[in-house]
């Protein structure tokens, strides 16, 4: 039997395929396993968002110097808790909004802003969308009292109740909901059929009066992209209905605008991080920011090293209280940002934060210190002459 002899350039032809095939199975498993470097992460899955926006978050080199429009972000200082406003153009987004007491419209003289007076001052009347990103007191204290005070037009929360009886800030909040004329819009990971059967198993169960129906507007997932004015909001977490710490569950924010990003974690900690990163792995979203709302107030539960060096920021907010009685922020994640390059403000030092983003470029308003605010409180309730109706005057 003759057996065929391959020729030199048969031989270099097969090699070259045999190494090509090699590399090939190569790149799969190392995607697959979730191991090959972000620039050369396939992005087969992005159908899988449901949005272009998400699937290709950086945008390309775009001269935005003529443009006219820009985004506002407040980094309201109060105190050992979040409440963040963004406004672009006509439409504004309140992220969470303080400890309770935070909203009152007593005129008491206090060293923390007052969110209602403050949003007032800043001429918000309508709130086209209020996150709650997860029911801890100092994130959503305030909440019922901005949905009973303000025009809020569509509320997102996760499906995660506070823990313990004491959270009259959370049966405050729901009743607000229930007088209000807001869209509420809840978080799932279930797919339509899982929520389908889920309303008929409960609407068995009760009388038709009380039967609820299906509306897909009722519910975002991660992925879900919310557009505010020009700017593009992309929701990166919860990637799970059932954490064990409260604070894993906060809703995750990644806004653009003008080609720059900011990354409003809440209270995320390390395992909400882990899965916001294989999340977006698997969609090929780059996380990298030019601004990072540190996650838990700079608390050791959360900034990883492996997230702090993808989202790589210029800039650090940390939310945080003079004196707390947790002690934050911790030393590690702001030596840690700081490393990466990061420069850190923070409330209790600095005050309020405003940042401004415009051209395409960044800049910082760092406001009022301590003394200063509280000048400025009185101030701003006697300018305004601000009077509320009585019927919220009576509410607490
Ligand atoms: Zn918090
Ligand atoms: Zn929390």
Redesign the pocket.
């Known amino acids: 039997m003759n057996r065929k002899r391959f020729s030199k350039g048969e031989k270099f032809v097969w090699t070259v395929i045999t190494c090509l095939v090699v590399l090939l199975l190569l790149y799969w498993g190392l995607n697959e396993l979730g191991l090959l470097p972000e620039a050369l992460i396939t992005t087969e899955n992005e159908n899988l968002t449901g949005t272009s926006e998400s699937s290709n978050p950086i945008p390309a080199n775009i001269d935005y110097s003529q443009s006219d429009s820009k985004l506002e972000i407040y980094f309201f200082d109060v105190g050992q808790a979040d409440s963040i406003l963004l406004r672009q153009g006509e439409a504004v987004m309140l992220v969470d909004t303080g400890n309770a007491g935070d909203a009152e419209t007593s005129y008491k003289v206090t060293n923390k802003i007052n969110l209602s007076h403050e949003l007032q001052r800043l001429g918000v009347k309508r709130i086209n969308y209020l996150i709650a990103?997860?029911p801890?007191e100092?994130?959503m204290g305030s909440m019922y009292k901005i949905i009973n005070l303000f025009d809020v037009e569509n509320v997102y929360a996760n499906n995660i109740l506070p823990e313990g009886e004491q959270a009259g800030y959370y049966k405050r909040f729901v009743s607000a909901l229930e007088t209000s004329n807001s869209h509420f819009i809840a978080h799932t990971n279930l797919s339509e059929n899982e929520i389908l059967a889920k309303i008929a198993e409960y609407n068995a169960n009760v009388p038709e009066s009380q039967q609820v129906s299906y509306n897909p507007a009722d519910y975002f997932r991660v992925g879900d992209v919310i557009g505010l004015g020009e700017a593009s909001i992309t929701i990166l977490a919860p990637n799970s209905s059932s954490y064990y710490d409260?604070?894993d569950s906060?809703i995750v924010l990644m806004v653009e605008f003008q080609g720059v990003r900011i990354l409003l974690t809440?209270?995320a900690g390390l395992t909400s991080e882990a899965d916001i990163i294989q999340w977006s792995r698997m969609n090929g979203f780059s996380l990298k920011a030019d601004v990072l709302k540190v996650g838990?107030h700079g608390s050791r539960t959360a900034s990883s090293e492996v997230f702090i060096s993808l989202v790589n920021p210029k800039y650090a907010i940390v939310m945080v209280a003079e004196s707390n009685s947790y002690g934050l922020p911790d030393e590690e994640p702001i030596e840690r940002l700081e490393r990466h390059g990061a420069t850190v403000y923070m409330t209790k030092d600095v005050g309020d934060i405003k940042m401004v983003v415009q051209n395409g470029q960044i800049s910082f308003d760092l406001g009022f210190s301590h003394e200063e605010k509280e000048a400025k409180w009185v101030l701003c309730v006697k300018d305004l002459n601000f009077k509320m109706p009585l019927k919220y005057l009576l509410i607490e």
Request: aromatic content about 0%; proline content about 0%.
């Open positions: 990103t997860h801890h100092d994130h409260t604070n906060s809440g209270d838990h």
